[in-house]
């Protein structure tokens, strides 16, 4: 079992920035992949991030890179979205994920945290 918790979403101005963290709770968390994925209402879940088992490996969706940085902490359980200059587009429900692989699919992902709320102002 993997309970994971996201936190760190607010309103923000467009342009702001923003820190979103999920903190997991479980076995063998470095050795999972771990995922953002975002949604808006009538939209379908995109994905937004993954970082690999060792924190090395990264892939962001295209409207996100070079904004958007993943990291984490596996002393501390915790995946961190790091998002810089916000645009209004970017406002959505987040949610962290935990995978058995790196991967863009949330097919690969069996664990999902509740979401945390991000709303961009214009």
């Known amino acids: 079992q993997v309970q994971l918790v996201e936190s760190g979403g607010r309103l923000v101005q467009a342009g702001g920035s923003l820190r979103l963290s999920c903190a997991a709770s479980g076995r063998n968390f470095s050795n999972r992949a771990m995922g953002w994925f975002r949604q808006v209402p009538g939209k379908e879940r995109e994905f937004v991030a993954v970082?690999?088992?060792?924190?090395?490996?990264?892939e962001y969706a295209d409207p996100v890179k070079g904004r958007f940085t993943i990291s984490r902490d596996n002393a501390k359980n915790t995946v961190y979205l790091q998002m810089n200059s916000l645009r209004p587009e970017d406002t959505a429900v987040y949610y962290c994920?935990?995978?058995?692989?790196?991967?863009?699919?949330?097919?690969?992902?069996?664990?999902w945290g509740q979401g945390t709320q991000v709303t961009v102002s214009s």
């Open positions: 970082i690999g088992w060792g924190g090395t490996n990264t």
């Open positions: 994920a935990a995978g058995w692989a790196p991967a863009r699919m949330q097919s690969h992902y069996d664990y």
